[in-house]
């Protein structure tokens, strides 16, 4: 980090220490999502989670600059989503404090090999501590292997370090350890789900699931490998995609996510009989049996039909039934929506900077990955008491390339409307009504471009 200038940090909490990380590797800040421990998991990783769809191991921060452990359930903690090689993990971190500028005569850059701290800023009161997250997860990946010496006859050779690996998701089904390529997996779920039957489907078919408005067809990978299928608290659903095609395979637990040294791979020959297995790992004093895109191509050829018409279902319901897709926020116990298009993400209630010399709709600016987001008040707008509270957030709009932000009280969905659900409205700052649940529900939807116009 230090060939180049560090321009942006977001400052953290850890403990009583303050840290700043280059805003250009942060994709976004959140909350704490559910965790999914793993046992025999590396020092410094908490576990799996799901993080805008995708699967990632959660880094706590804290663990890797020999600190207490973040705790997950404070209402301060954060988890920074993280970007280009870092983004399939996440990163920790007890409390999120101010995205700032760097002023260079303020910064002091240390040269310290495998040291995470590569810099100490001076913000106003506070000494930050600038890491390099290539350094931190290097604590993690940083694996001493002391060269030894192997005799054969009398000729002597050493063993060199691999660094070549592939990564894997290992996961249990009976007493037996299996593992996926990461690369296959695009999300874990509980199986919490109703299965709706196929009938004339094979004994390993649970059923079509929906999962976010899609079907999706499970299989039972336990009984299609000729296991017992039991239920218990740890039962996981995966996630797999490949060729643009999805299957959910049910399995007994999730165990680890490791990174396996390809000469610790072993691929059966071209002539072995079973498709179900594409090969063993070497993990230590055990096997572990693992598939790839053959045996998917596999699932998904036996399964084609009912694949097939889950998706075909999907888009029929998505062409014919929902003309509009929509968010609903709550302001004062009522309900309002922004259209989906306008809405580029929804973020957890920050503290905005006042401007001098605005108007009474603008609360003020905040800063979000570097980029200024000016937050206006529906409030104002709306000419109703301010209130703010735990579950408060912000929705950032999009109106001819420029964002803005709006506080809310709180976001109550994500729906799909149809068309008969919609009566048309002239108010000045309203484009339609929404008739939800028979008519019982009124939800008025408001046009961005007339809220921002009104009162100019």
Known sequence: MQSQQIEEILI????????????????????????????LRPAGVRGLCSVSGGVVSLVDMNLLLDMPEVDIKADASRLLSLNAEYATNALLVSAVYNTVVIKQKDIEYIDRKNDPVVAIYKYEDLLVQIVSLEELFNIIN??????????????????????????????????????????????????????????????EVLGLITLREELLLVIDLRIYYGFEAKKTDDNRILIVSFNGKKVGLYIDSIIDIKNVLLKDIERMSDNFESTKIAGVIHDEKSLISFFDEDLLNVIFKENETYIDSSNETAEILTDNESVMEVIV?????????????????????????????????????????????????????????????????????????????????????????????????????????????????????MDVDKLIKHGE
Do not use: W
């Open 12 to 39: 953290v909490k850890n403990a009583h220490e303050n840290y700043g990380i280059s805003t250009e590797d942060i994709n976004q800040i959140a909350r704490v999502p559910a965790l999914m421990p793993l046992p």
């Open 329 to 445: 926020f709550k302001l004062s116990s009522k309900e309002y929506a922004f259209e989906v298009d306008n809405v580029d993400e929804i973020i957890d209630m920050v503290d905005s900077t006042a401007l001098a010399f605005t108007e009474d709709s603008v609360d003020g600016i905040i800063n979000i990955r570097g980029q200024v987001v000016t937050i206006v008040s529906l409030f104002e707008k709306l000419n109703i008491q301010r209130v703010v509270n735990e579950d408060s957030k912000i929705i950032i709009c999009n109106i001819n390339e420029i964002r803005l932000g709006f506080i809310v009280d709180s976001v109550s969905d994500i729906l799909e409307i149809k068309e008969e659900e919609i009566r048309e409205n002239s108010d000045e700052l309203f484009d339609s009504v929404l008739h939800l649940d028979n008519g019982k529900r009124l939800v008025l939807t």
């Open 142 to 203: 940083r694996v001493e292997i002391e060269p030894r010496e192997i005799k054969n006859g009398t000729v002597k050779y050493e063993v060199e370090k691999e660094e070549n690996s592939s990564r894997f998701l290992v996961f249990s089904m009976s007493s037996e350890k299996y593992a996926l390529e990461i690369d296959y997996l695009q999300e874990i779920i509980l199986p919490e789900c109703e299965f709706t039957n196929i009938v004339g489907t094979s004994k």
